[in-house]
């Protein structure tokens, strides 16, 4: 049994392509995520070992248990990427990607493709099992390729037999990519077909969804685009199991100096590069943040032309500036 299911109820940050490098992986650990994962990376990327694969496999101690996430449709090739990881980098654990629904990846026979190839992916799963051990392997599947083809309990025992340890599932199918709704129901129906822990992903944004979604007996829960946007939804969690009680989400000022750390530590990362091409790439990750803030629109125009840890720190002041007017307004309308 992995470490973190021993009488624990592990919440995981889902791994996201772009988003979770290591300065955000760290911010969500102190936010209380206790198993995180890499970005993607190709097990032909890991052969190159090139400054991006460089990039995509660092990471701290303080992000342990950490996992690194290979995709690819070679189960040799899978097998020897994972291994050189493992003699490079010493991670906690490898994930397999059975999920990834983009073209570029499916087109390889990589990612979500493998859903409808079983034979193929036992045999990835095989290969990464052998190759990584005594390191463990966990994968991460969608429900199915398409809504008439959902397989996610026979692909889950496939897994199991391989000597997968855990499997997160997404309960979308690659032809949903991230439209409709996660189907929970089918989730719940791979919990029952299988003995190691499930961990469910898909439309989590808040301490009473993970509540209502252990009802499918889930043994931990992946957080995705939640955390994007609110990575103090982990401390949320955390604190709603211990005390039943869900705390107030953190005042506007703390949601900035949030922001503006992240940014910091991006462009201080030694990875990274200069201020402004550190700064272009955290737009999206700014509009992210502004989802849930007064006057998002306001904040996302701004964001689109944001250059420098000193704009956004301007945009901040006069945010929280305009903020504390608009609530001095409010009060003075609200009888006394
Ligand atoms: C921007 C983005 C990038 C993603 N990249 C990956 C990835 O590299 N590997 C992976 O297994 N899933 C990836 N996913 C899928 C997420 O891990 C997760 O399964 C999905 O977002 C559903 O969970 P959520 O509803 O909590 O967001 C990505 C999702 C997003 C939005």
Redo the contacts with the bound molecule.
Sequence with gaps: MLPWFQNKFPLYL???????DTVFRRLCKEQGADVV????VSAEGIFRRNHRTQCYLDFDESERPLGV?L?GGDPAHLGEAARMVIDWKQPDFI?I?F??PVNKVVCKNG?SSLLRDCPLLESVARAVVQAAAPVPVTA?I?IGWSHDTINATTTARILENAGVQAI?V???TKEQG?SGE?DWDVIADVVQSVQIPVIG?????GAMDVKRRTESGVRGV???????SSPWIFREIKTFFATGKIPPAPSLEEQWDFIIRHCRLAVEHPRRGRETPTMHAMRARLMAYSRGMPGARDLREKFSSVSSLTELEEIAAEHLKASSADSADLCRLLPA
């Design positions: 889902a791994p996201m392509a772009g988003v979770t994962v890499t970005e993607f996430q995709f994930d990607n999920g990834c990612g991460k969608r997160a997404h309960g979308r991230y996660a992903n898909g439309d989590l944004t992946m957080i995705g685009r939640g955390a994007m």
